[in-house]
T-cell receptor, first 117, second 115 residues
């Protein structure tokens, strides 16, 4: 079974600085997707970024980028020029590409990011 | 207007009561999901549905049932609520078969407290 591990329960960053959130996963599959979701105090789950395992190029979305290391099964999120609005719980998630039709997301336990002014 | 809506947003109920949480979507997606979020555990899948006639149990389905009334509506029921079902519940949707677009989109969540 696949698992997702986020080893940093809490992180803090100064406004305008850069922070990296860690995520590792375990799978025997070769084709899958990885996601970072953001959950602000409003509770809404917001997709931040997505990475396809068959793509070697790291995904980027404006100030958000990932460092995808397939061999190491590592998928970290880098937030550049941190803003107060980035304060939230961040979840890493895995989904099998074909998944036996299950298609479910497997989530890590989350990292709570605080942004200091 | 939100693409995925959940009602109610907050609910307090008593042990033994039957309660239904509703989810509606305007995204036109075939696939819908119910997740539960507990502190320190992330989100876990309760049930999922790939179309109106295809409903499947997730990893924590005991104590829950679902109904897919239409492509756009997917309801979660707690037949006899118990305190350890106190949690934040999320509905999500996704599209298929274009795998590049197969991303799950979440509703705003329902916070349930069972006394």
């Amino acid at each position: 079974a696949q698992t997702v591990t986020q080893s940093q329960p809490e992180m803090s960053v100064q406004e305008a600085e850069t922070v990296t959130l860690s995520c590792t996963y375990d799978t025997s599959e070769s084709d899958y997707y990885l996601f970072w979701y953001k959950q602000p105090p409003s509770r809404q789950m917001i997709l931040v970024i997505r990475q396809e395992a068959y793509k070697q190029q790291n995904a980027t979305e404006n100030r958000f980028s990932v460092n995808f290391q397939k061999a190491a099964k590592s998928f970290s999120l880098k937030i550049s020029d941190s803003q107060l609005g980035d304060a939230a719980m961040y979840f890493c998630a895995y989904r099998s590409a074909w998944g036996g039709a299950t298609n479910k997301l497997i989530f890590g336990t989350g990292t709570l990011l605080a942004v200091q002014p | 207007d939100a693409d995925v809506t959940q009602t109610p947003r907050n609910r307090i109920t008593k042990t033994g009561k039957r309660i239904m949480l509703e989810c509606s979507q305007t995204k036109g997606h075939d696939r819908m999901y119910w997740y539960r979020q507990d502190p320190g555990l992330g989100l876990r899948l309760i049930y999922y549905s790939f179309d109106v006639k295809d409903i499947n149990k997730g990893e924590i389905s005991d104590g829950y049932s679902v109904s897919r009334q239409a492509q756009a509506k997917f309801s979660l029921s707690l037949e006899s609520a118990i305190p350890n079902q106190t949690a934040l519940y999320f509905c999500a949707t996704s599209d298929w078969p274009d795998r590049d677009q197969e991303t799950q989109y979440f509703g705003p969540g329902t916070r349930l407290l069972v006394l």
